[in-house]
């Protein structure tokens, strides 16, 4: 499968009770400011090119951002933070992502996430994230050929990232890299023979933004980091 179908696929799946009761009772609900509209309220695909040497992997879908708009980090202040930061050091054309028609494009850079559908309190439970796992586990099988670093935004989804690459056939390194804000880890890829190198980074969440625990600049550095590691 290529990733236009696996999208076609993932924005069909209802395996977390949950998230299904969630996504579309936000999307009922709305939330004043976006009362005009219709909300996508499915499972949110990654967003950009094909074949990026380089992947973000967040969280999990805003219930009024990308549960409203359909695309990854758009219409949220998170996606405010990130796509303004990748426009900054060159991974994006526009600092600005509002809906899916806006004209944003991201170069050498696919962004995804460990679950697709947004969850209560932007708090996925670990049996969702493992049920969640096979599409990042596709995702990243097609990305493989050409990816060779990933910017992990967050412990969760550094938890979550690192059991889908040793299944695929990463090699697991020992000790286990822990996260943390620059943390990095290098994991060789028998299968391409090139290694996959890990950049860890806070979530640019809007507590971590406004406490200041992650400031522009530092989300800045790790997707650097992470652009000049994937060879861009
Ligand atoms: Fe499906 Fe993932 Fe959404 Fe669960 S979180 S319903 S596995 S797309």
């Known amino acids: 499968r290529d990733v236009p179908e696996l999208d076609a696929a993932l924005v069909t799946c209802r395996a977390c009770p949950r998230l299904v009761a969630w996504r579309e009772e936000v999307a009922r609900v709305k939330r004043r400011a976006f009362r005009d509209w219709e909300y996508w309220a499915r499972p949110v695909p990654g967003f950009g090119p094909l074949d990026a040497p380089l ?47 806006d004209g944003l494009e991201l170069y050498g850079v696919r962004i995804t996430v460990p ?3 947004a969850p209560p309190d932007n708090k996925p439970t670990t049996g969702e994230r493992d049920t969640c796992r ?23 989804a550094w938890q979550a990232l690192l059991p889908v690459l040793a299944q695929a056939g990463w090699e697991r390194p020992r000790p286990r890299p822990s996260f943390g804000h620059g943390a990095e880890a290098s994991i060789a890829d028998p299968a391409t023979g ?22 522009p600049a530092m989300l800045r550095d790790v997707l650097r ?6 060879g861009l």
């Open 55 to 101: 992947a973000i992997v967040g969280l999990a879908p805003a219930a009024h951002g990308g549960n409203r708009t359909g695309r990854i980090f758009t219409g949220d202040p998170s996606g405010d933070a990130l796509y303004s930061a990748l426009y900054d050091v060159g991974l994006a054309s526009q600092p600005v992502a509002t809906h899916r028609g």
């Open 115 to 117: 679950v697709h559908c």
């Open 134 to 156: 096979p599409w990042l586990a596709r995702e990243l099988e097609l990305l493989r050929p050409t990816l060779r670093a990933v910017v992990v935004l967050g412990g969760f």
């Open 194 to 215: 090139h290694a996959l190198h890990l950049v860890g980074g806070y979530h640019p969440s809007q507590r971590n933004m406004s406490t200041r625990t992650l400031t």
């Open 225 to 230: 980091r992470g652009a000049d590691l994937a």
